[in-house]
């Protein structure tokens, strides 16, 4: 299991940018696609971007796409969604996962049910 806690949320106004960050602890980290979610009031929990282990493939969100950018620095651990041009209906609660099991192709997990570990989420809001 890993451990996975998340910085960087705020208050921001539309247009303005974000980093967050995901730390992770526990099993090897580097070894598994991570990815972000998101979750409004009164909405479900929606997918937002993910990349491999590597770093080298990610996948978003078409409501993000163009905006947002998942990365990731296995040396230390961590991953970053950075975001730009935010709108107010990026408001939510953004979550970090990590995959529960290692693709040794290309594909980068995007549905919930391929995340085994979760932080506990850091609210970004975005005033009009």
């Known amino acids: 299991q890993v451990q996975l806690v998340e910085s960087g949320g705020g208050l921001v106004q539309a247009g303005g940018s974000l980093r967050l960050s995901c730390a992770a602890s526990?099993?090897?980290?580097?070894?598994?696609?991570v990815g972000w979610f998101r979750q409004a009031p009164g909405k479900e929990r929606e997918f937002v971007a993910a990349?491999?282990?590597?770093?080298?493939?990610?996948y978003y969100a078409d409501s993000v796409k163009g905006r947002f950018t998942c990365s990731r620095d296995n040396a230390k651990n961590t991953v970053y969604l950075q975001m730009n041009s935010l709108k107010p209906e990026d408001t939510a609660v953004y979550y970090c996962?990590?995959?529960?099991?290692?693709?040794?192709?290309?594909?980068?997990?995007?549905?919930?049910?391929?995340?085994?570990?979760w932080g506990q989420g850091t609210q970004v809001t975005v005033s009009s």
């Open positions: 996962a990590a995959a529960n099991k290692r693709w040794l192709n290309d594909y980068v997990p995007h549905n919930a049910p391929e995340f085994g570990s």
């Open positions: 526990g099993r090897t980290f580097s070894s598994y696609a």
């Open positions: 990349t491999t282990w590597t770093g080298g493939n990610t």
